[in-house]
């Protein structure tokens, strides 16, 4: 089982930045995919961001041209930055890998709060 440790939420004005940080407990060398997840109140989870092992980048087309996915390896973390942000990007924010064949192993991260005030 692959451990996740986000961290990087918190409340921020319409227009400002975050970072958020995913620490992973294995070499994200051995993770296929590395994603970002949020969830607003009564809304289901939506994929935000992922990176492919290759280094190929997704983004939800609401934040495009704002919010950017990373990797660092040689810390084992994932970051997304996020500029500027919008009210309706407020959620609680997680991360995600899928590693093995076939990608079947499945880890989610505790999640971090992002409130964006207007």
């Known amino acids: 089982q692959v451990q996740l440790v986000e961290s990087g939420g918190g409340l921020v004005q319409a227009g400002g930045s975050l970072r958020l940080s995913c620490a992973v407990s294995?070499?994200?060398?051995?993770?296929?995919?590395m994603g970002w997840y949020r969830q607003a109140p009564g809304k289901q989870r939506e994929l935000v961001a992922n990176?492919?092992?290759?280094?190929?980048?997704n983004y939800a087309d609401s934040v495009k041209g704002r919010f950017s996915i990373a990797r660092d390896s040689a810390k084992n973390t994932v970051y997304l930055q996020m500029n500027s942000l919008k009210p309706e990007d407020t959620a609680v924010y997680y991360c995600?890998?899928?590693?093995?064949?076939?990608?079947?192993?499945?880890?989610w991260g505790q999640g971090t709060q992002v409130t964006v005030s207007s």
């Open positions: 995600n890998v899928r590693y093995g064949v076939g990608s079947f192993g499945n880890s």
């Open positions: 294995r070499s994200i060398s051995s993770i296929n995919i």
């Open positions: 990176i492919i092992s290759g280094g190929t980048t």
